[in-house]
């Protein structure tokens, strides 16, 4: 018997536009917007084999970041380099590589994802607003659950990993 998945958006349209507009004036000018931030994390899987991944950067450069997986026997706290202080054009950059109008359009879900996956969760936000999307980590078990994320989406969530492993200085955070 076929399942439908049921999508509820958890972002209304006129959000969307705030949001837009407020990355656009970070961007421009992060000095008069710090609180501007982009965010993923990811948590889950299977008791012995559970990922959890953390990575938040905020206009001024300030950036947060963590991983354990247990899995691939990979833990990564946040490390404070030389390399890695508060820089704002990581920010600028990041924030340039994610096609933020397009994800934007994305409708995001709030659920439904099968148990013990490793669900993600990106989200972008102006500082006073926010725009939140789930969706399946793993790129492995996303297609085998029908679940693949748009592309805006996972575009924007590779720009982040990609982001996350130069921060922690590993070849790869990804579940």
């Known amino acids: 018997m076929p399942t439908s998945r049921k999508t509820i958006a958890i972002n209304p349209p006129k959000l969307a536009a705030s949001v837009a507009a407020g990355l ?3 961007i421009e000018d992060p000095a008069r917007h710090p609180d501007a931030y982009i ?4 948590s889950g899987g299977l008791h012995g084999e559970h990922y959890e991944f953390e990575y ?9 970041s963590r991983l354990t997986d247990e899995l691939k026997g990979r833990r990564h706290a946040e490390r404070a ?9 990581r920010f600028v950059a990041l924030a340039r590589a994610i096609d933020v109008p397009a994800l934007l359009r994305v409708t995001p879900v709030s659920g439904g994802f099968p148990p013990d996956s490793v669900v993600g969760r990106l989200e972008v936000g102006d500082g006073k607003k926010a725009a939140t999307f789930l969706f399946l980590a793993d790129d492995e ?4 659950s029908r679940a693949v994320a748009p ?9 982040v990993y990609a982001a996350a492993a ?3 200085g590993t070849a790869d955070v990804k579940p």
Request: aromatic share 2%; proline share 7%.
């Open 166 to 168: 130069a921060y922690l």
């Open 81 to 89: 380099l030389a390399g890695n202080a508060v820089d704002p054009s």
């Open 24 to 26: 656009r004036r970070a």
């Open 151 to 159: 592309a805006p989406l996972r575009k924007a969530a590779a720009a």
């Open 39 to 42: 965010s993923l994390s990811a």
């Open 56 to 64: 938040r950067i905020d206009a001024a450069g300030r950036v947060t």
């Open 141 to 144: 078990q996303a297609p085998r």
